[in-house]
């Protein structure tokens, strides 16, 4: 299995256990050195705050443990494209490299609805995968959704 895909499979597993508790299904990790220093899924329903993204909470984590706000050198495993508010701290954060799968067709800021990434200096270095495991995180978006409109 490449890379990508194994870091994705973890990522995924953080999404499943955000859609286990409502939220929903996002979930990531960062490595740094080849090493995992962050994994999270989205807690904005259980935190009852808006600014819960995995994303948010990711660089949060990584930030704590490498002991530094810029994440250069780091590579952010998500599984959905990222929203405004996560492209901007994705690009504040410095992170190296973005990895993602299932394209956000409501709030995509790397390429779905928007490009945030042509409009700022600092994200000259942040090098952008899309569509890894793209068909089973879209799976799993579907479903959370059609089941939310049940209810």
């Given at each position: 299995m490449e890379a990508n895909e194994y870091y994705m499979e973890l990522a995924i597993q953080q999404a499943e256990t955000a859609y286990s508790i409502g939220e929903v299904p996002v979930g990531g990790l960062i490595i740094y050195n080849n090493q995992i220093i962050a994994t999270a899924y989205n807690k904005k329903e259980i935190n009852n705050n808006s600014l819960d993204h995995a994303e948010i909470i990711l660089i949060g984590e990584?930030?704590?443990?490498?002991?530094?706000?810029?994440?250069?050198?780091?590579?952010?495993?998500?599984?959905?494209?990222?929203?405004?508010?996560?492209?901007?701290?994705?690009?504040?954060?410095?992170?190296s490299k973005l990895v993602f799968g299932a394209n956000n067709k409501k709030y995509g800021s790397f390429g779905s609805v928007i490009n945030l990434e042509n409009y700022y200096p600092d994200a000259k270095n942040l090098t952008i995968e899309k569509g890894v495991l793209q068909d089973k995180i879209s799976i799993m978006m579907k479903k959370f959704f059609r089941n939310k409109l049940k209810t």
């Open positions: 990584a930030s704590k443990k490498i002991d530094r706000w810029r994440l250069t050198d780091c590579i952010m495993y998500i599984t959905l494209e990222p929203c405004p508010m996560c492209a901007g701290a994705i690009i504040q954060s410095r992170i």
